[in-house]
């Protein structure tokens, strides 16, 4: 079984990611400073997740989950969006991670966006 592959955008902060990684160090969780797009548009962020079939994990609200049906319309690639929701556990949310990482595909968030916690 393959596992899903995360990438953070840029207001998902490291010690969210690290949290995570110490609940589950073999999960795969990229920032987008790793690749040089932590000025990129959202759109250009979704595309670089999808090229890469990573699953992109957001606190982008406002923006992101139209950018996000606006490429599911065209027709173009999306790989997953898991939107934070405001005020949550950060302890909960890395759990939901773990727990989606351990259950699902990466083919699963195809064209899927999804709120966290669940």
């Known amino acids: 079984m393959s596992r899903p592959v995360f990438l953070a955008d840029h207001n ?3 010690v969210f990611i690290l949290t995570v990684l110490d609940l589950e160090p073999s999960i795969t ?3 987008l400073r790793d690749f040089s797009l932590h000025d990129a548009d959202d759109d250009s ?3 670089f997740a999808a090229s890469q079939g990573m699953v992109l994990v ?3 609200r406002e923006t992101m989950p139209a950018f996000a049906e ?3 319309t ?3 690639p999306m790989s997953g969006l898991l939107l934070i929701r405001p005020r949550s556990s950060s302890m909960l ?3 939901d991670i773990a727990l989606i990482w351990t259950v699902t595909e990466p083919i699963y968030w195809i064209n899927r966006t999804e709120w ?3």
């Open 12 to 14: 998902v902060e490291t």
């Open 29 to 31: 969780f990229a920032r």
């Open 45 to 47: 962020v979704l595309a």
């Open 58 to 60: 957001s606190r982008d």
């Open 70 to 72: 606006a490429r599911i």
């Open 74 to 76: 065209r027709g173009l």
């Open 93 to 95: 949310i890395a759990r």
């Open 116 to 118: 966290i916690p669940l």
